[in-house]
């Protein structure tokens, strides 16, 4: 299982349940990683996405106490682990939100972090993986332009992955 999002240098994700900046290049990037994959997630998430419904051309998974109409409910850790172990563990992307992230960082063996260089007012943060020394970073693009933001593609590994 993988994590995908993108942070500003605050390491926070949102604002207002919503993305910070407008990114083309980052959202090429998470719809090309994606597609045909499975993405996890919180309701918070899935309220954020258009018309509140899962993406498409994706097998979606919502993490949530109560089961939602629309899309495949697990309701705990127990339920989403037995779920996620049928799918190849690289076809398998955590993308949020903060709760999701800091619940399920400790079982991704990477992260992969569009970093922009620039503060969004966000109100939901992740951890820091700079600081974490359970990640490590292990590729880093040269820093480019993506919508009047300077942007870098990040994977971090994680060093200590727990046991699902």
């Keep these: 299982m993988r994590a995908i999002f993108h942070a500003d240098k605050n390491w926070g994700i949102g604002k207002n349940?919503?993305?910070?900046?407008?990114?083309?290049?980052?959202?090429?990037?998470f719809r090309e990683t994606t597609a045909g994959k499975v993405v996890v997630m919180g309701l918070g998430t899935l309220k954020s996405f258009p018309g509140g419904r899962p993406l498409k051309n994706r097998t979606n998974i919502l993490l949530c106490p109560e089961t939602q109409e629309g899309i495949f409910t697990v309701h705990n850790l127990?339920?989403?682990?037995?779920?996620v172990k049928k799918y190849p563990a690289d076809d398998v992307f955590v993308i949020g939100g903060a709760s999701v992230y800091r619940t399920l960082l400790p079982y991704c063996t990477e992260a992969l972090v569009t970093k922009v260089d620039a503060d969004g007012g966000a109100d939901v943060f992740v951890p820091d993986l700079d600081k974490d020394p359970s990640f490590v970073l292990i590729k880093e693009s040269a820093p480019e332009e993506d919508n009047g933001y300077t942007i870098r593609f990040c994977t971090y590994r994680n060093r200590d992955v727990r046991e699902m």
Aim: glycine residues 6%; hydrophobic residues 40%; without cysteine.
């Design 17 to 29: 349940n919503n993305l910070m900046f407008s990114l083309p290049k980052d959202m090429k990037f």
């Design 78 to 83: 127990e339920e989403l682990f037995g779920e």
